[in-house]
């Protein structure tokens, strides 16, 4: 069952790839190893600018940890995001695929642009999980990481369906006890996207230039990036003609609805993501 369902941000690899290119990023910086799908794409990438990859996790898989003690340019530090960023320097893009709730993203936005303005750095945030089921639902790993007063009241039963606001007993996408999905979906503070979009208004308030791409494919690709890097026409210019994309947002919507049927049939529930 699980080959059926395409749900790992590696499978965008070459689009991430090609931005970090565009950008010239010799640092990055990744949040949410898990199996290390993704990571070992990027350490090839920096590897072959002579750059560095830092790995933020705190509990991936234990392959992952035997795999970065064999790279020479790939350090992993195992806290949790919030925890771990501030410490960082000179990172020139950011790889997100962690905790997909508002709380934690809206922050980890917010520490990349804090972190760029001081070390001269324009913003480049490239994040996973910005469509359906998360766009406008939190997902919790840890819910008692996230403060009470941000965060969804959540359960780790029920499924999340393409047509529920609630989620639904018996059926849909869900974590089997590995992670929890909030009750509801939609209203402030609430989803990856809404997080996105809060952080990208803020900064556009703030008179920023600030540009965000949404790829509707994947469970969704999301780009932020500063509009007025010397880069930032160029890749402007790649991501156009993904950007919101109806045809690939319908083949999306398509995909999933076939997937959910199918696990409704077979009376099994989707297996948790990997990164």
Known sequence: MSDLYIHSMSEM?????RCLTIAGAREIAEIGADLGGMSSKLADQVAGVGGRLTSIDPEPADAFVRWVARCRNVRHIPKPSLEAMPGLADIDAWVIDGDHNYYTVRNELAIADLLGQRDGKPLLAILHDVSWPCARRDMYY???RIPAEWRQPYSYDGGVTLDDVELVPGTGFHGRGY????KHSGGPRNGVLTAVEDFVADLRTDGRDVAFALIPAVLG????FDASAPWAAELGAYLLPFHDNPLIARLEENRLRN???TVDLQHVTPVARAA
């Open 179 to 182: 992670f929890a999905f909030a």
């Open 221 to 224: 690709l999301g780009v932020v």
């Open 259 to 261: 997937y959910l049927a």
């Open 142 to 144: 840890a819910p008692k």
């Open 13 to 17: 690899s070459e689009t991430i790839l």
